[in-house]
Nanobody, 119 residues
Framework: QVQLVESGGGWVQAGGSLRLSCAASGSTFSNYLMGWFRQAPGKERAFVALISETGARTNYADSVKGRFTISRDNAKNTVYLQMNSLQPGDTALYYC????????????WGQGTQVTVSS
């Protein structure tokens, strides 16, 4: 019902910035809560940030609070993750995901984009 494609990953030195994008298609984007997750090798997938359907509410993992900003542009069917002050611990495969309010889980996931932060 929803297709998600991430972009914007790459390599950056510690202290640098990247902006990830997630383009959605296939359904009404504004009906979905959107989230960002990340997974490093040997570790479980972890929540990073979420943004409500209208963008009025956002939540962040403590590990990224104050450094990352999630936003969305419903007219462009796109959600963003601005990542500042990147650290080596941020190195991971980053996924965006979509969730309907009536569903308990995120049902739609992108393929992921790699972020590598060097010290």
């Amino acid at each position: 019902q929803v297709q998600l494609v991430e972009s914007g990953g790459g390599w950056v030195q510690a202290g640098g910035s990247l902006r990830l994008s997630c383009a959605a298609s296939g359904s009404t984007f504004s009906n979905y809560l959107m989230g960002w997750f990340r997974q490093a090798p040997g570790k479980e997938r972890a929540f990073v940030a979420l943004i409500s359907e209208t963008g009025a509410r956002t939540n962040y993992a403590d590990s990224v609070k104050g450094r990352f900003t999630i936003s969305r542009d419903n007219a462009k069917n796109t959600v963003y993750l601005q990542m500042n002050s990147l650290q080596p611990g941020d190195t991971a495969l980053y996924y965006c995901a979509a969730k309907r309010a009536i569903r308990p889980d995120y049902d739609y996931w992108g393929q992921g984009t790699q972020v590598t932060v060097s010290s």
